[in-house]
């Protein structure tokens, strides 16, 4: 859930004693910062840094007016100084966390008694930047009726195209005491405004409603833009500094949030507090919503595979198991049917067991395979056969008790599956030379399930197909997730990507094997799929593709198509189908059929590719 709807102590951060420890915020007092005749404002309490030079210090009376009031989750309220300093680095707003619903309303003029706390949503382990508050508050109202303060407007000429400073190395690559400098980094730009007043106009959105009743816009048209509104995230440097993430100050019991699509516009005045999430990071909590424009976007369908054509595709169906509504399966395989245009062999990604999420030691998966072939079949496809290999209990990953796994459909009437026994969850599957070419000595069989890679993790299963007398290997994956990475509004930057660490294992045993495959073969059409977990620049890629054996078939897309997902505004790749060189010339799809809406039957859109073998 995003934080902003999960209640949390007020207690000092971590992220104030390490300051304190560094020396960042010694021998500061309230007298030193504002001056011992003047009585601190919020300008004082925010400061020019992301760390507040009154962090841990009570503070008393401070002026301003309530610019927004949050009666849900973390509980509390905006204020602002209608004055302010004149200083562009320095925050004017401030919020002011009650822990129960507040007593205030805005437009009320209000002084307030605390101490100053930088709260890191997530906790510091998060790598979160924090967000500067006032806690355990004590709260005059003064006068109420009051104009609200201008409001901040954000906007493509206000934010710089440059994202965020590069860390301090004398403070493991933190931007925390860094002087915020907000006319040339976007992310010093936000930081600046952080608890005031803002206002966006007329935006595109470019990452859909979701459960959590939020959405992504960006104040920037031009950047990244692909053709159906999205904007697309294309390496490490293109961090997307238009991206604002909204929600709404009003409980969705009172006012349901409306529903978006990537590139509809939420039109008019959007306005209210800028708060830190931490989910997303810089959020716009709007007291005054604009209205959704519908632009009509629509579910892509992928084209049919010519007879002499081999379609091979992949595709994550979010945890299905038999406890799922029937509507989901309908949903899912009238999908396969209908957009995917009923591939010949089909890699599933997070099938689980029959008793799904259930912690009772089943790693069977026949009926949620049979009710979603099932379903295929009644919306007009093929009567597609499976094939997998059941994990140990609770080994593979995922949700506890779900086991979830990779599973091959295929068509049977098209191509053919070549049964080799003896793969189990823990026997490896090898490469021999037979009749001149390369075989497996399991199919389906697992890829080095022993090996420390997969620890917690899918283990990759192989399979060996013939189509039209021509041997085919597909390998199914999916790779570890990004779990414990820092977001792109680290305070480190650029953020640390931990997970990748497990990733590239897992790329290089796949890799491995595929070398293993080309050095008995070298002609051998090896196609490797899944949710990679990870972009087509990724070192994860990189190690895939290494020595030539295979290439990441997205990248035969124009770069503003590349992306399978859409993860804070950005449209990026994680799902991918990567072809050893004898596939020479192939036509691939990314089918956006999920990502961009927010009615969704996975969150990752599938991907096709079709070859003459």
């Known amino acids: 859930m995003p934080s902003s709807?999960?209640?949390?102590?007020?207690?000092?951060?971590?992220?104030?004693?390490?300051?304190?420890?560094?020396?960042l915020l010694a021998g500061v007092s309230p007298a030193s910062a504002a001056g011992s005749d003047d009585a601190v404002r919020i300008h004082d309490i925010q400061g020019s840094t992301r760390i507040s030079p009154l962090a841990g210090q009570r503070v008393s009376d401070v002026p301003g007016i309530v610019t927004g009031v949050r009666t849900y989750g973390s509980k509390g309220f905006w204020f602002q100084d209608a004055e302010g300093d004149g200083d562009d680095a320095t925050s004017e707003g401030l919020f002011v966390y009650t822990g129960s619903a507040p007593t205030v309303a805005v437009g009320d003029r209000v002084t307030v008694s605390g101490t100053v706390t930088e709260y890191v949503p997530g906790g510091t382990s998060s790598g979160n930047q924090s967000l500067t508050e006032i806690s355990r508050p004590a709260v005059t109202v003064v006068s109420s009726g009051n104009p609200v303060p201008a409001p901040a407007v954000i906007s493509l000429w206000s934010v710089?195209?440059?994202?965020?400073?590069?860390?301090?190395?004398?403070?493991?690559?933190?931007?925390?005491?860094?002087?915020?400098r907000p006319h040339r980094?976007?992310?010093?730009?936000?930081?600046?405004?952080?608890?005031?007043?803002?206002?966006?106009g007329s935006s595109r959105v470019v990452g859909a409603t979701s459960r959590y009743a939020d959405m992504w816009v960006t104040v920037n048209p031009f950047e990244h833009r692909n053709h159906r509104g999205g904007t697309v995230y294309g390496s490490y440097t293109s961090q997307n500094t238009g991206r604002l993430k909204i929600q709404s100050l009003t409980p969705t019991a009172e006012q349901p949030f409306p529903k978006a699509n990537v590139g509809d516009v939420l039109a008019g005045r959007t306005e209210g507090p800028l708060d830190f999430s931490r989910y997303g990071g810089y959020t716009l909590a709007a007291r005054t919503l604009g209205t959704v424009v519908d632009r009509g976007l629509t579910r892509e369908k992928t084209r049919k595979q010519y007879r002499g054509e081999l379609a091979v595709a992949t595709y994550n169906v979010e945890n299905l198991d038999p406890s799922d509504p029937q509507e989901k399966f309908d949903a899912l395989a009238a999908g396969v049917v209908n957009n995917l245009a009923s591939p010949d062999i089909l890699a599933l990604e997070e099938i689980q067991d029959d008793s799904g999420p259930k912690n009772d030691g089943t790693v069977g998966a026949e009926e949620t395979l049979r009710k979603f072939t099932d379903a295929i079949k009644a919306a007009g496809g093929p009567a597609y056969e499976w094939r997998g290999i059941d994990p140990e209990n609770n080994k593979d990953g995922g949700q506890p008790g779900?086991?979830?796994?990779?599973?091959?459909?295929?068509?049977?009437?098209?191509?053919?599956f070549t049964d080799r026994a003896g793969g189990d969850a823990t026997t490896s599957t090898g490469v021999k030379k037979e009749y001149?070419?390369?075989?497996?000595?399991?199919?389906?069989?697992?890829?080095?399930?022993?090996?420390?890679?997969?620890?917690?993790?899918?283990?990759?299963?192989?399979?060996?197909?013939?189509?039209?007398?021509?041997?085919?290997?597909?390998i199914a994956n999916h790779f570890a997730s990004k779990g414990g990475d820092e977001s792109l509004v680290s305070h480190h930057q650029p953020p640390n990507r931990s997970s990748e660490v497990q990733r590239h294992l897992q790329a290089k045993a796949v890799n491995t094997f595929v070398k293993d495959l080309l050095k008995a073969d070298h002609r051998a059409r090896v196609l490797v799929v899944g949710d990679i977990n990870d972009f087509e620049f990724s070192g994860t890629t990189k190690t895939l593709t290494d020595g030539g054996v295979l290439c990441a078939a997205i990248t035969s897309l124009p770069r503003s198509e590349r992306y399978s997902y859409v993860y804070d505004g950005n449209s990026q790749v994680l799902d991918q189908i990567l072809t050893s060189p004898a596939i020479r010339r192939f036509s691939y799809d990314s089918v956006h059929i999920n990502a961009e809406f927010a009615d969704q039957n996975s969150d990752h859109d599938p991907q096709v590719l079709r070859f003459r073998p």
């Open 436 to 474: 001149g070419g390369a075989a497996l000595t399991h199919s389906p069989g697992r890829i080095d399930p022993a090996n420390e890679a997969w620890e917690n993790s899918r283990k990759p299963l192989a399979g060996e197909f013939t189509f039209r007398g021509r041997k085919v290997f597909v």
């Open 402 to 416: 779900g086991n979830i796994r990779q599973v091959f459909l295929f068509n049977p009437e098209r191509v053919s």
């Open 5 to 23: 709807a999960l209640p949390r102590p007020s207690a000092l951060s971590a992220v104030v004693a390490a300051a304190l420890a560094a020396g």
């Open 160 to 180: 710089p195209w440059t994202y965020a400073p590069s860390g301090d190395p004398d403070a493991d690559g933190s931007i925390n005491a860094l002087p915020l």
């Open 185 to 200: 980094y976007a992310l010093d730009y936000y930081e600046s405004l952080e608890g005031m007043n803002v206002r966006v």
